[in-house]
């Protein structure tokens, strides 16, 4: 990761990186993405806007196909060893009736449950691993807010970081920023939802 000065976009002097890949979006998926490019020598960025991890989300459950990619990665023993329970099965009562909606244990993987764990502490520990690789970098308190335009292509982002605008530039720009990505609208993708498979259900 390299940082100049130069005269590019929202301001005549601003701060620029450059980096081969740049994401927006320290989610689960930002992180972990973040993670295998690193992993693989690809230097890479991952900006997320918040301090910390430690919000709200909306699940805090670790599927067992995720379980068996961490599985894969070597990475299982150390994510077994955070705090966490496990569910083999679901069942719900209807009125004198316990019906099972879904036995895990039926799944062709190694681990048979769900995992629940706070996503605080699941992002902390992936980007811990991932920090391990000199090519990985995490800017806290940095959002991706425009992505930068050059003969009609994008080739990085702009960036706010506390009152300051960066330009971060990479060949390869991701929008990893959830449901309401500010990097898919500026950069004019429209959403085709065609649903996703749950391995819950």
Request: contains cysteine; negative net charge.
């Amino acid at each position: 990761m390299r940082g100049v000065k130069r005269e590019v976009g929202y301001t005549k002097s601003m701060e620029t990186l450059s980096s081969q890949c740049v994401i927006a979006g320290g989610g689960p998926a930002g992180i972990m993405l973040g993670y295998l490019l690193a992993r693989a020598g690809i230097e890479t960025i991952v900006l997320e806007k918040w301090p910390d991890f430690f919000r709200d989300f909306r699940g805090d459950t670790i599927h067992p196909a995720t379980m068996q990619i961490l599985r894969e990665l070597g990475m299982i023993e150390k994510f077994f060893a955070l705090p966490h329970s496990e569910m083999e099965s679901m069942t719900i009562n209807f009125g004198d009736d316990a019906v099972m909606i879904a036995d895990f244990r039926k799944i062709a993987v190694a681990d048979k449950f769900v995992a629940f764990i706070p996503q605080w502490d699941f992002l902390n520990f992936l980007s811990a691993e991932a920090r391990q690789y000199p090519a990985f970098h995490l800017m806290m308190e940095t959002e991706a807010i425009d992505v930068i335009r050059e003969n009609g292509m994008v080739v990085g982002v702009f960036a706010k970081r506390g009152n300051d605008t960066i330009a971060i530039r990479a060949p390869l720009t991701i929008g990893a920023d959830g449901r309401h990505s500010t990097i898919r609208e500026k950069a004019g993708f429209v959403v085709d939802d065609l649903g996703a498979p749950i391995d819950v259900l």
